[in-house]
């Protein structure tokens, strides 16, 4: 049974330029969330799709954008690089929308800005 | 003020020892409560989802949620040098719009020594 993948695992990108990032949940889920961890510190909500919606947003600007195609799977976009948009990117998988499913994590993408 | 509280520790203990880790919260609404362990350059892996008060027992590990004082516990009994790891507390409101946002502690550092 597969989990969350994400790729690529490593990225190095200059200020200014945009970076897309893909996940592909755990089989049988249909709802994806990504979050931002900064080293050091626990992951932080940037948003979720569900029914290739956003559901819900985290206080990122909209410099990040998302998306979800029929297969569940998950791009997360990231326009105007900021040095400070170096950080662990992570995809996490769940059933449904109602948020009373736990989230299974992959191991993320490592993006640095430079 | 941040929702939720973690020490970061570091924490050291010699194996065989009970591990204590905890969070506090802020935000009342808060229902799901949920320990995630990360090692390093991995995602977080769900250890232990409870909802609600109570206590909750997994093999080694015992999470306890005492919502009247906003406060979360995990212990790990019998520790073992793979348990060295950051372990992350999470939590998640259960209101119609919260879909799956988790927040986070800022996580602790355990290393378990043999």
């Known amino acids: 049974d597969a989990g969350v993948t994400q790729s690529p695992t490593h990225l190095i990108k200059t200020r200014g330029q945009q970076v897309t990032l893909r996940c592909s949940p755990k089989?049988?889920?249909?709802?994806v969330s990504w979050y931002q961890q900064a080293l050091g510190q626990g992951p932080q909500f940037i948003f979720q799709?569900?029914?290739?919606?956003?559901?819900q947003r985290g206080n990122f600007p909209d410099r990040f954008s998302g998306h979800q195609f029929p297969n569940y799977s998950s791009e997360l976009n990231v326009n105007a690089l900021l040095l400070g948009d170096s950080a662990l990117y992570l995809c996490a998988s769940s059933l449904g929308d109602r948020g009373t499913s736990p989230l299974h994590f992959g191991n993320g993408t490592r993006l640095t800005v430079t | 003020q941040k929702e939720v509280e973690q020490d970061p520790g570091p924490l050291s203990v010699p194996e065989g020892a009970i591990v204590s880790l905890n969070c506090t919260y802020s935000n009342s609404a808060f229902q799901y409560f949920m320990w995630y362990r990360q090692y390093s350059r991995k995602g977080p892996e769900l250890l232990m989802y409870?909802?609600?008060?109570g206590n909750k027992e997994d093999g080694r590990f015992t999470a306890q949620v005492d919502k009247s004082s906003k406060y979360i516990s995990l212990f790990i009994r019998d520790s073992q040098p793979s348990d060295s790891a950051t372990y992350l507390c999470?939590?998640?409101?259960?209101?119609?719009?919260?879909?799956?946002?988790?927040?986070f502690g800022q996580g602790t550092i355990l290393t378990v020594h043999p």
């Open positions: 999470a939590m998640k409101d259960a209101g119609g719009t919260s879909y799956g946002k988790l927040t």
């Open positions: 799709y569900y029914e290739e919606e956003e559901r």
């Open positions: 409870t909802y609600s008060s």
């Open positions: 089989s049988g889920h249909d709802t």
